[in-house]
């Protein structure tokens, strides 16, 4: 059984990086063909698909966002990360990490998300 599991401070200064871990068991972030993503989604907003990282460790971000997001891996801890910076309250959303086969935010039977986690940006 796939599980995911975002982890991360709920709050984060204006001006600061945002941290979040995607911690994943059940599969491996070394698993061919899946896009490891990151998703959030502002309060009374849609969905924001924010980037991805592959098996191979190749990123992928949202135009909006590429400035300030950096994906990464940790293959010893079956992880992955977030990092966006120079965050502003505009950030505040809920934060999902998710096992995808495609790239946006189509999905497929295959697709597993993490509950989400709320990151509030505040002084």
């Known amino acids: 059984q796939v599980q995911l599991q975002e982890s991360g401070p709920g709050l984060v200064k204006p001006s600061q990086t945002l941290s979040l871990t995607c911690s994943v068991s059940?599969?491996?972030?070394?698993?061919?063909?899946?896009?490891w993503t990151w998703i959030r989604q502002p309060p009374g907003k849609g969905l924001e698909w924010m980037g991805a990282i592959t098996s191979s460790g190749s990123t992928y971000y949202s135009p909006s966002l590429k400035s300030r997001t950096s994906i990464s891996r940790d293959t010893t801890k079956n992880h992955f990360t977030l990092q966006l910076s120079s965050v502003t309250p505009e950030d505040t959303a809920v934060y999902f990490c998710?096992?995808?086969?495609?790239?946006?935010?189509?999905?497929?039977?295959?697709?597993?998300w993490g509950q989400g986690t709320l990151v509030t940006v505040s002084s």
């Open positions: 998710k096992r995808a086969y495609n790239l946006g935010l189509t999905n497929t039977s295959g697709d597993r």
């Open positions: 059940g599969d491996s972030v070394t698993n061919l063909y899946v896009y």
